[in-house]
């Protein structure tokens, strides 16, 4: 049984940094077939891809183009869990953050529980 | 940026209806289109994926189809669990998601 379990901070101030931990049960980090991805939704935006980590023979990264710059997706394998980096956030980053794990380019088929993160001025 | 448009944004059902929701691509995506139906406070569940492949576990009056641009998600015999928002994803030029359709309570 796959789980991921989200930890955080629910509020961060502005122009600090956003870190979310996900941690994983029933499958590993390093699983050369998935990718460990981060999503958010938000009433003004929707569903947002953010970026992804994926292990082949050394690991590899995606980010959104929109958050090029500001955004830090990271392996810890020892953990067995991957964590979420948003630097300089604003209030726009305001939004429920979700962890995922990825069938690589056909679905998202596990998802931790979601955490609202609301950033303050 | 590969734009997903769904629609209709909402939909008014019944218990036993057949409903179809449509999700078009800004350029063609082949079939690489996923389908996920989230309830308030959750996480998206997946429901389909290329297209018309049902995700294990999922009940069949589910289905998916199309190719190209333009897909569709069918729920035959509208059971209460189903009332929730269902959203498209995008997997051809990395993900995307469309603007989600809400089925409520006729």
Redesign the interface.
Known sequence: QIQLQQSGPGLVQASQTLSLTCAISGDSVSNKNVAWNWIRQSPSR????LGRTLYRSNWNY?Y??SLKGRITVSPDTSRNQFSLHLKSVTPEDTAVY?C?RE?I?????Y????TLVTVSS | DIQMTQSPSTLSASVGDRVTITCRASQTINSWLTWYQQKPGKAPKLLIYKASTLQSGVPSRFSGSGSGTEFTLTITNLQPDDFATYYCQQYADYTTFGGGTKVEIK
């Not at chain 1, 998802?111 to 979601?114: D, K, L, P, T």
Request: glycine share 16%; net charge negative.
């Open positions: 929707g569903l947002e891809w995606d959104a183009d979700f995922s069938e380019t056909t679905r998202f088929d998802w931790g529980r979601g």
